[in-house]
């Protein structure tokens, strides 16, 4: 199986996010070396428009084929289309299993990865395995400011949280399945996608300052260790 982290330059809210410092690494670092350390993959590549970028993932032990275009590398550009360009690009043959992570994917755990490979195996109809999460706190009971507070599901308000239905987001931590499905561009959040779920505690979206402070916590949580800065 391969390993296909994504990692492009262009990151707004936190600048050069992918390579932003991360307990003594570059954030893109800790995923290299967990993506190696899982004993999971034959190669780690990673796909990224940056040489900086580019530089730090080589010297962290992984793969860089090719610089991505500048095309897939913009802020709507889809994660299936940046691991279709990979295949293409690499020739990879369309039975091989690949892994898809974000250089933001810290928290990864590889028993996850081990269950979601296992999943595949085991029921051969699921096209992909990725990681979900279930919210906090229920979306049944969240609020809209229209400009007043305005509930969105008025038919819930008066039910227990614990009897309302689980619902679950996407961690983006990442996405398995076999190359042909990448290559079609089938869709990953489907029907035909096993769900691996995971505690909040192994989940971090990164968008912002705060939200680093966060991972960093989590991060520390899981290794047990403690940041040196």
Known sequence: MLALILARAGSKRIPQKNIYPFLGKPLIAH????????????????????????????????HIPFLRPASLADDFTPTLEVAAHAIEALQIPLETPICVLYATSILLQACYLQDARHALQQYPHYKYALALAPYASSPYRSFSLTPHITPLFPQHLQERSQDLPSLYHDTGLFYMGEARHFAKLEPLLAPHSYPVVVPHLHAQDIDTLDDLELAKLKYQLLHGCQNPS
């Not at 999971?40 to 992984?62: R, Y």
Request: charged share 10%; hydrophobic share 45%; net charge negative.
């Open 31 to 62: 995923v290299i070396e967990g993506a190696l350390n899982s004993a999971l993959f034959t190669q780690v590549l990673v796909s990224t428009d940056s040489p900086q970028i580019a530089q730090i993932a080589q010297d962290h032990g992984a």
